[in-house]
């Protein structure tokens, strides 16, 4: 696996975060070969010079806030157990967030909006999600993205999107077996996920589905694969959390609806969802 092109030699604090991260690579439920070593082959990618050098930078500058940290600076892989039967997918890593902490939606706003929704209804150990090794679980649920490399700005470009797209076709045929719905956080994911989804042996209806907040589109099986219901959210991004255009009930309701499509609540979401209901 490549270290940081560039950056300064690897000390203590480093190793202990590419150990906080590498940790999370063997979930349970993947056989030898599986997801495991597919998201450490996406930690050494380096295909996208653009997003190197960027992802690399930052890392190297850091921010004031973390000078203390050792940023990850490499390909952020998927997060959860690889018998997922709910698939997160988002847009990239944030470059303070994941690429500094090595974990999907951890360290950065977008998370502390994502979390506390995750663990009220029922699908997170903890609300919060701070660094690699803070003990956080995800009970049947995974998140990936279509991107792995903090972009500038946010913002990939649709041939890195492309190139990446690989990555989370491979992805989805690891987890085929067992996954039954997904949510995709914003349109840049939905773009990025309805060709992953044909790639990968599911049936995406033409026209394709347009994004919106609430939509549900249910892709019929290839061979041998279940049918997979994909549901559309408002991405976590501050621009929509900070306006209200997405609430926590809303991302709430949506998650919900996915995880019992999942099989995930098959009595009926938690009592912890009911409660939080009005926010």
């Not at 039967?85 to 951890?106: D, K, V, Y």
């Amino acid at each position: 696996m490549d270290g940081l092109s560039g950056l300064d030699e690897p000390n203590e604090p480093d190793e202990r975060n590419e150990l906080r991260v590498l940790n999370q690579l063997d979930e349970p439920g993947g056989p030898p070969g599986g997801l495991g070593e597919l998201d450490e082959r996406i930690t050494g990618c380096r295909a996208c010079p653009r997003l190197v050098d960027w992802r690399e930078e930052v890392a190297r500058t850091k921010r004031a806030a973390f000078a203390d940290w050792t940023y990850w600076g490499r390909p952020v892989p998927g997060f959860g157990p690889h018998d997922a039967s709910l698939l997160l997918i988002g847009l990239a890593p944030a470059a303070h967030g994941a690429n500094r902490t090595g974990r999907m939606f951890t360290g950065d706003r977008s998370g502390e909006f994502l979390y506390p929704a995750l663990y009220d209804v029922g699908l997170a150990s903890r609300p919060t999600a701070v660094s690699a090794d803070d003990g956080l679980t995800l009970y049947g649920t995974r998140i990936t993205s279509p991107v792995h490399c903090a972009p500038p700005e946010n913002k990939p470009t649709t041939g890195e999107r492309d190139t990446c797209r690989s990555w989370l076709v491979s992805e989805l045929k690891l987890l085929a077996p067992t996954l039954r719905a997904v949510v995709v956080l914003g349109g840049f994911g939905w773009q990025a996920a309805l060709p992953a989804f044909a790639a990968a042996g599911w049936r995406v209806p033409k026209p394709r589905p347009a994004f919106g907040h609430g939509a549900r589109v249910t892709l019929e099986g290839g061979p041998g694969q279940e049918a997979l219901d994909v549901f559309g959210c408002f991405h976590v991004s501050q621009r929509n959390t900070f306006t209200g255009r997405l609430t926590p009930g809303m991302l709430r309701d949506v998650l919900s609806a996915a995880a019992f499509e999942a099989g995930l609540y098959p009595d009926g979401p938690p009592g912890r969802a009911e409660a939080g209901a009005g926010s």
